[in-house]
């Protein structure tokens, strides 16, 4: 097994996550097999209690695990299922040290952070790196270990430490390590400055680690006199310092670096360079280039609770990208606060309240993503209503279907006081309720996680068909409540269907409104297993409902790998581009440069 190490210096923030997927998928494309591990030296156990105000979305994979949003960065880029262990924290190695002591393993020693935590790194990461995860028989031949937070931190100390003895334990030849640092532009000057990255490697040095690469993130490429700089203050060879400049969406940065020759500096030092071959990214740099000219827009109205942040639903916005560019359009995402729909606003602050009316009333379709919590719900509950009674194409997600359902109950069931019991414990017309696999008091690791399967019930519903007909779908979940199954009969009688359940038929998975162009409704989160090669099925039909493509899409989805008029195949939801009139297969990847209104940001690293 080989590992590169990915670490970053001077700031956080800089696009390690983005770095690391990019370093695999171009090794992936030298015919290596790939896998990955993301240390976060924070506390908690894994990200499922962290607001995503701190850090971002929470990810979630196949067996539950909540982690961090590079994970699902890893898993678009390299199209590979991670597990839970691939995700290290603090607070894990902690936990394992002290139930291994309380255990009485240690046969009465003192237990330090050297050598007990530190061995105990070590161990997790060897263990993990050989778990394959890309469906194929044996262990990756490369492991990429990206380490969270900056090159100085306290909290980091115990894994920087437990990383140079690994790689020392490994030996030469199997362990490289990248520092991603920052080569700042004085405005006043306008020079590069290396002196950020001087210090960052010397601290990284006197740490133990020595970078056999430089990747520098700056505005523009590094010039030749200051490569020479920071070859000769940070003992690093000139060749092996890369620039990661800023691109136009994150696609080009494995293109950049192919550019750059990483993957020979990568493979020379890893001693694979008789192994591997030159990389093949033609689809990846067709798909790019296709992407980059995209002009016609989709305007999509994405009505949420952490509309001020993107990252806070970042598998949703790619999602979103990945069936844009399926369907050939430029993704506009108009950010709308619920709470700014709701009457209260209208008193408070009338022209916000008109601005957020606006947005929604311009839009192609309407999402209303997942959430916890009371806020803005009311003005998700009007989003819904207003996308069913304009026939605006909807998808609402885990919440947003209980949103669809609770809407539904009050304007076409006449039920005003439905709600969920998560909202009104008290509700006379509980519409959502509380799940029974939970558990009330302990809020981390209690709900329904992870991926389960859910059967279609009706054969000739849209879902199933975007579905490529398929039986049953295997989604990943993340939720506590639930629709109530005791007042199903009385929405299926008022025209609400319900088309896929569970295996017992009493969890509801998802809703669609037969009279509608397209309302759906999911209680999984379908856009963690997105890929921009393969898009998932229900957003792909909210951008062609939006686009005017959906009639083409489900038309063409009965019959066996007819291409469809926009160039989606029918086999499983993938993208085939044209370009000259040539056909180019698809790859994988994860989408970037989302267009945005300026209520939020677009999507960044």
Not at 348 to 377: I, M, Q, T
Not at 435 to 456: I, N, V, W
């Amino acid at each position: 097994m080989k590992y590169v190490l990915v670490t970053g210096g001077v700031v956080s923030g800089l696009g390690k996550g983005v770095t690391a997927s990019s370093i695999g998928l171009l090794l992936k494309a030298c015919g290596l097999r790939v896998t990955s591990i993301k240390i976060d030296p924070y506390l908690n156990t894994d990200a499922g209690t962290m607001s995503p105000f701190e850090h971002g979305e929470v990810f979630v994979l196949d067996d539950g695990g909540e982690v961090d949003l590079d994970l699902g960065n890893y898993e678009r880029f390299l199209d590979i299922k991670l597990t839970r262990d691939n995700n290290i924290t603090t607070g894990k190695i902690y936990q394992s040290v002290l139930e291994k002591e309380r255990r009485g393993d240690y046969l009465g020693k003192t237990v330090q952070v050297v050598p007990h935590i530190t061995d105990a790194i070590q161990e997790w990461i060897e263990r993990v790196a050989f778990i394959p995860v890309d469906g194929k028989e044996g262990p990756a031949d490369v492991c990429v270990i990206e380490l969270g937070g900056t090159i100085g931190d306290i909290e980091s100390m115990p894994f920087i430490e437990a990383l140079g003895q690994f790689s020392y334990h490994v030996g030469p030849g199997n362990f490289c390590l990248i520092h991603v640092s920052l080569v700042p532009v004085l405005n006043v000057v306008g020079e590069q400055k290396t002196k950020p990255t001087q210090h960052s490697v010397r601290g990284l040095r006197g740490l133990g680690l020595t970078p056999n690469i430089l990747a520098c993130r700056s505005t523009k490429a590094l010039e030749d006199n200051v490569k020479a700089k920071l070859s000769q203050f940070c003992h690093v060879a000139a060749e092996n310092i890369l620039t990661l400049y800023d691109v136009p969406n994150i696609w080009h940065i494995p293109l950049l670096l192919r550019d750059q020759k990483a993957h020979e500096a990568i493979l020379k030092g890893l001693n694979l360079l008789g192994v591997a071959r030159e990389p093949d990214l033609q689809e990846w740099t067709a798909r790019t280039r296709v992407y980059d000219i995209l002009h016609e827009p989709v305007r999509i109205a994405m009505v949420g609770k952490y509309t001020g942040l993107s990252d806070s639903y970042l598998s949703v916005l790619k999602a979103l990208l990945h069936a844009s560019v399926a369907c050939r359009r430029k993704l506009v995402v108009e950010w709308v606060a619920a709470g700014d729909l709701e009457d209260v606003t209208a008193k408070e602050a009338p022209d916000v309240y008109k601005n957020a009316w606006d947005l929604l009333k311009g839009s192609d379709g309407v999402l209303v993503p997942g959430g916890f919590g009371d806020r803005g719900v009311q003005g998700k509950i009007l989003a819904a209503k207003y996308a069913r009674e304009n026939k605006v194409p909807f998808l609402g997600i885990c919440l947003g279907m209980q949103i669809a359902v609770i809407e539904f109950a009050r304007s076409a069931l006449g039920l005003h006081d439905a709600n969920s019991t998560e909202f009104d414990p008290e509700t006379s017309h509980p519409c959502v309720i509380f799940m029974p696999e939970g558990s009330k008091t302990h809020m981390g690791g209690t709900m329904r996680l992870g991926s389960r399967r859910t059967y279609f019930k009706v054969p000739n519903c849209k879902s199933a068909k975007l579905y490529s007909n398929a039986s049953f779908v295997d989604e990943r979940h993340r939720h506590r409540y639930e629709v109530n199954p005791n007042m199903v009969p009385q929405f299926e009688n008022a025209g609400l269907s319900f088309v896929g359940r569970d295996e017992t038929g009493q969890r509801m998975e998802i809703i669609e409104l037969p009279s509608h162009p397209y309302f759906v409704g999911t209680q999984f989160h379908p856009e963690f297993k997105s890929r921009p090669g393969k898009p998932s099925a229900l957003f792909l039909g909210l951008i062609a409902a939006a686009s005017g493509q959906l009639d083409a899409v489900l038309q063409n989805y009965g019959h066996e790998n007819k291409l469809l008029p926009n160039g989606i195949s029918n086999g499983k939801p993938s993208v085939k581009t044209y370009q000259n009139g040539n056909a180019i297969k698809s790859s994988n990847g994860s989408l970037n440069g989302v267009y945005s209104n300026g209520n939020g940001n677009g999507v960044h690293h």
